[in-house]
């Protein structure tokens, strides 16, 4: 056998594969736009029916605009969840550089025993805390508010966040900040000027991983929220299952849209979440 043909046979098992792959990944996709597209009596059919007889886009319309021109509650939750992701996204980057930088640039007493809290700290899941982070907010008088949500959300998004930062700020040269020191600029300078912008892609990173766990959190934001104008995207993609019957076309149609924004951020920064998750977390 020959090397060209050898190499060929290689290149059709590996396109081969992956069109497998491909597949596999994407029929559940595909499974989710159909579903939306289906009327009721087409989704409950038996023998299931894979392509819709009677297509519609009117199921997508109305799960966020009604018979009569106006926004349904899916507009409410669409902007609570953009609200509580943007800005515990935006305020885990903030701490988390910061607290990276720091931990990575500066010697002080406890600095080795901060560390490794912050490993441990991403040990604990958050859900086996719902009944002592339930209390806390109450006592707060922080339930029911898209406030009290955020601060958990970023009291358990920092510790990974933070790691990031930390193993991205160990692994940059100090040189690059002394140079610049030596030509007059503060540390605070130094680290604004040269080092954040050199640490793009971590802090791309850092939000994009904040960004997907929070918007598609559930335990926390059912536990918390109460109020109908205060809910989320995913209590809301709960509440199509009721006693009496599953809303299944309403619900992929809902889950096609929230999932637009996710599908946009990795599009645009794909390149730079693989490149951070393999270069910031190895430390």
């Not at 009327?39 to 018979?67: C, G």
């Not at 510790?159 to 930390?166: I, R």
Request: hydrophobic share 55%.
């Amino acid at each position: 056998m020959s090397k060209s043909f050898k190499k060929i046979l290689i290149l059709t098992e590996v396109h081969l594969v992956s069109v497998i792959i491909l597949i596999v990944v994407l029929f559940p996709v595909a499974w989710l736009f159909l579903t939306a597209i289906k009327p009721m009596a087409e989704v409950q059919q038996l023998p299931i029916r894979w392509l819709p007889q009677n297509p519609t886009f009117e199921i997508i319309k109305n799960t966020w605009i009604d018979k009569r021109g106006y926004t349904t509650e899916w507009v409410t939750y669409f902007i609570n969840s953009m609200i509580v992701t943007g800005v515990t996204t935006l305020t885990t980057i903030c701490l988390a550089t910061l607290a990276g930088y720091g931990l990575a640039r500066f010697s002080f007493s406890g600095r080795f025993y901060i560390v490794i809290l912050i490993l441990v700290a991403q040990l604990i899941w958050g859900p086996v805390l719902l009944i002592p982070v339930y209390t806390i907010v109450t006592h707060l008088g922080l339930y029911n508010t898209l406030l009290g949500l955020i601060l958990v959300y970023i009291t358990f998004s920092l510790p990974f966040a933070t790691w990031l930062s930390y193993g991205n700020f160990s692994n940059m040269p100090v040189e690059l900040e002394e140079a610049a020191l030596l030509d007059g600029c503060s540390q605070m300078s130094a680290f604004l000027r040269i080092t954040l912008p050199l640490s793009k892609i971590n802090v791309v990173t850092v939000g994009l991983i904040t960004f997907l766990i929070i918007w598609s959190e559930y335990p926390f934001a059912s536990v918390l929220l109460e109020s109908p104008s205060k809910l989320t995207v995913s209590i809301g993609l709960a509440n199509f299952i009721t006693a009496f019957n599953i809303y299944w076309n309403e619900m992929a149609a809902a889950s096609i849209i929230v999932a637009l924004p996710l599908l946009v951020l990795l599009l645009v920064a794909q390149k730079y979440f693989i490149k951070g998750m393999l270069a910031g977390a190895i430390k």
